[in-house]
Structure formats: structure tokens, C-alpha cells
């Protein structure tokens, strides 16, 4: 996506306008987008599929389930009615986990606006399907939307958002026009949004990079230091920039905050709970006590290591440290084993020729 004249105007870049924002969702990200949303001034109204969820933000002002710590203002309001909701936005957040996403959004077909823009905040890849939330909307929405999709990823935990750290995202579309009402009306001094068409990227780097997350986070369990985490960082973007290029993206976009960006985020950042729950695994716990413990939050990698590791097959695509994670999650392998056979593997040239010639072009 090219820059555009605007790109280079003067003055703040920065709208004033304020629209009425749907959020599909009050987990902790949907709560954030919400309460950000909010106070940038936008009418906000957000679904929530637990009854004390939307209570304890109108009464109390607080998602005290899934971002408790953080008042919410009396402006920001909350439905069980997901039709209510999917009408409000003129820019409608879908903030799912993956594997309810379909399910949610075929609820609000026919409530949606005509001029509403969708947003997919999710992160992560089906198991049986290996389809991303791109590829669910799409079967799912009527053609007339398809064009009025946009998809918001980058290093952004949900908490750090609350507390009003600075934050950047990317927003990528199809349509150039759509990513630009999504930047206009997202970005504030405090959270600032870029964007791209490269839809793909986007959504295979913040799908992909919450197992790399899980690798980096047992790595450090072990106590296998910064060169092992390093190591890993590296040779899992590696990973993920093949995958995404044989998708059709561009290797770009991984170098950009959907991929290294959010991988530097979830890979050494101690909010990350994907990267928590590989920290338990390394010290020896099982995984189910490890989810057990989340009551209800989720960590989408434990489901993506599966599709990743599917996706690398079904591509023929050698990725180890993939491979590995899905061994130790879903096989029970033992990760100083997978380590040792990893770095035994025959020596090769560290840039791929694929990814070398997408660069290039
Ligand atoms: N938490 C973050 O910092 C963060 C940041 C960026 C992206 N994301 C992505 O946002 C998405 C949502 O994550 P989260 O952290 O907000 O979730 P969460 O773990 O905080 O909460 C779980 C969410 O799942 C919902 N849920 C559970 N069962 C459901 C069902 N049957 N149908 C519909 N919804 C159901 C809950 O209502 C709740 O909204 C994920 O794809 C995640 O990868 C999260």
C-alpha cells in the first residue's frame, strides 16, 4: 500500500471525528479496543457473551473477569444482546478467539449496517480447517461485505493498552479506503495505527508468532538463556516468514510490527500468556493443569501449534521449531530432546531462496 499525499500533510494527522463503535467480545483485548475506543470519544457499545461480564461494566465499570484493574468510563457500555450490538457500530471490533468466531458472527448477519466496516482483532488459525479469521468472514458474511473487512494485529497486549502505553498496529485491507477510515478513527496520541493490503501476512504473523511465543517461553523455562531465546526468535520468524510467503505475503510485512514486532512483544514480554504457559511446560507442568489455571482466558497458541504445524505440512514447508513446539504440546515430547535433534539437523544457508526472491521482487 503506497503512502498517499495525506501521508505527508502537515499537522497532527489525527481525526476528530467520533462514531458509534460496535465490540464483539469483552475478553481482555475486546475490553481494551472498548475502553481505547472510548476515550478517544467514540459511542462505544460492547457484546459480551457472559451476563456478569456486561453487568460488571455498567455497574461497576470494571471487566473484573477478564481486565480487572482498570476503570472503565460510565460512556462505555456493555450488551448480552449481540444484535444490539452489530447494529450500533458504523466500525464493528470483532475481538473472538478463533474457534468461536464463526459461530458469533453468523449471529449478526443480517444486523450489521450496510456501511459498517469489520474489524477481525483475532489472532490465530483453525485446527481441522487451517483457515484464518479472513477466510472464516468471508464464507461467512455476504459478498457485499468482503470489501469492508479489515484486519488490526501488532504488538499490542491488552493491559498495556488499558494503562495508555504507546502502542502500534497495523491495519491491513484489501481496499485501501477501509484501512484508512479503520486508521483515521483507531489512532490517537497514544495508539497508532499503519497500514497494508497484505491481509495474509497479517494475519499469519499474529497468528503464527503466539507459538514461537510457547518456544521462546519453555526455552526460558529451561533456563536455556537469551542465546536460546535469541536463536529461536530468529529462526522462528524464519519459519513464520516462509509460511506467510508461501501464502502469498509478502516477507515485508513479517519484518513489520504484525511479525517482528508482535514477536519481539510475545516472545519476551512477561504479560504474554502464551509465552507463560511455555515457561510452565519447561519447568515440567502438564499442560492441561497449566490451561485448567487460566479460568476461561485463552492462549490461542496451544490451538495454532496444531494448524501451524499442519499448515507447514500441507505446504511441505521443514520448520522445526514448529514442529517441535507440536511435538512437546499435542505428543508429550520432551523439549531438551527436541532442542538436541533441532540443532543436529543437517547444515544449511540461513536465508531461504524462496524468500530471497519475494524480497527481491
Ligand atoms: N489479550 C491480548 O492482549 C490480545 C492482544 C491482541 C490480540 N488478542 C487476540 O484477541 C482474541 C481475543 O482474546 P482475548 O485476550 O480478548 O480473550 P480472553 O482470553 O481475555 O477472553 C476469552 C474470550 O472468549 C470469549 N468466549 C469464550 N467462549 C466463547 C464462545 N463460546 N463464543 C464466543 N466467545 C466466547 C469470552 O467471552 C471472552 O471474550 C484472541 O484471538 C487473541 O489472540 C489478544
Known amino acids: 500500500m503506497a503512502a498517499t499525499a495525506a501521508d505527508h500533510a502537515g499537522g497532527t494527522g489525527l481525526s476528530s471525528e467520533r462514531i458509534k463503535i460496535g465490540v464483539l467480545g469483552g475478553g481482555a483485548w475486546g475490553t481494551a479496543l472498548a475502553l481505547h475506543a472510548a476515550?478517544?470519544?467514540?459511542?462505544?457499545?460492547?457484546?459480551?457473551?457472559?451476563?456478569?461480564?456486561?453487568?460488571?461494566?455498567n455497574e461497576d465499570h470494571e471487566n473484573k473477569n477478564f481486565l480487572p484493574g482498570f476503570p472503565l468510563p460510565e460512556s462505555l457500555r456493555a450488551s448480552n444482546d449481540i444484535k444490539q450490538v452489530a447494529a450500533h457500530g458504523e466500525i464493528?471490533?470483532?475481538?473472538?478467539?478463533?474457534p468461536f468466531v464463526e459461530r458469533t458472527v453468523s449471529q449478526v448477519v443480517d444486523a450489521v449496517r450496510k456501511d459498517a466496516i469489520l474489524?477481525?482483532?483475532?489472532?490465530?488459525?483453525?485446527?481441522?480447517?487451517?483457515?484464518?479469521?479472513?477466510h472464516i468472514l468471508k464464507r461467512v458474511l455476504p459478498q457485499h461485505l468482503h470489501s469492508r473487512l479489515a484486519y488490526l494485529s501488532g504488538p499490542s497486549f491488552a493491559a498495556e493498552v488499558a494503562k495508555e502505553n504507546p502502542t502500534a498496529v497495523t491495519v491491513a485491507s484489501e481496499d485501501d479506503a477501509v484501512a484508512q477510515r479503520v486508521q483515521a478513527?483507531?489512532?490517537?496520541?497514544?495508539?497508532?495505527?499503519?497500514?497494508?493490503?497484505?491481509?495474509?501476512g497479517v494475519e499469519?504473523?499474529?497468528?503464527?508468532?503466539?507459538?514461537?511465543?510457547?518456544?521462546?517461553?519453555?526455552?526460558?523455562?529451561?533456563?536455556?538463556?537469551?542465546?536460546?531465546?535469541?536463536?529461536l526468535i530468529t529462526r522462528g520468524l524464519d519459519e513464520i516468514t516462509r509460511l506467510a510467503v508461501h501464502s502469498g505475503a509478502s516477507p515485508l510485512t513479517l519484518a513489520g510490527l504484525a511479525g517482528v514486532g508482535d514477536i519481539v512483544l510475545t516472545c519476551t514480554g512477561d504479560l504474554s500468556r502464551n509465552r507463560s504457559v511455555g515457561v510452565r511446560l519447561g519447568k515440567g507442568e502438564k499442560l492441561a493443569d497449566i490451561t485448567a489455571a487460566m479460568k476461561g482466558a485463552v492462549a490461542e497458541g496451544v490451538l495454532t501449534s496444531r494448524s501451524?504445524?499442519?499448515?507447514?505440512?500441507?505446504?511441505?514447508?521443514?520448520?522445526?521449531?514448529?514442529?517441535?513446539?507440536?511435538?512437546?504440546i499435542h505428543e508429550g515430547a520432551d523439549p531438551v530432546e527436541?532442542?538436541?535433534?533441532?540443532?543436529?539437523?543437517?547444515?544449511?544457508?540461513?536465508?531461504?531462496?524462496?524468500?530471497?526472491?519475494?524480497?527481491?521482487?
Open 39 to 57: 476515550r478517544m470519544g467514540h459511542d462505544v457499545l460492547l457484546w459480551a457473551l457472559e451476563k456478569e461480564v456486561a453487568q460488571h461494566i
Open 185 to 200: 478513527m483507531m489512532s490517537s496520541p497514544r495508539f497508532r495505527c499503519y497500514r497494508t493490503h497484505d491481509v495474509t
Open 308 to 328: 501451524a504445524h499442519h499448515l507447514a505440512l500441507k505446504q511441505g514447508i521443514e520448520c522445526p521449531v514448529i514442529e517441535g513446539i507440536y511435538k512437546v
Open 119 to 134: 474489524v477481525s482483532c483475532t489472532k490465530g488459525i483453525l485446527n481441522d480447517t487451517l483457515e484464518t479469521p479472513n
Open 338 to 361: 527436541v532442542v538436541t535433534k533441532n540443532m543436529s539437523r543437517p547444515l544449511k544457508a540461513e536465508v531461504d531462496q524462496r524468500v530471497a526472491q519475494a524480497a527481491h521482487h
Open 204 to 231: 499469519l504473523g499474529g497468528a503464527l508468532k503466539n507459538v514461537l511465543a510457547i518456544a521462546c517461553g519453555i526455552s526460558d523455562g529451561l533456563g536455556f538463556g537469551s542465546n536460546g531465546r535469541a536463536a
Open 92 to 98: 464493528l471490533l470483532m475481538v473472538i478467539p478463533t
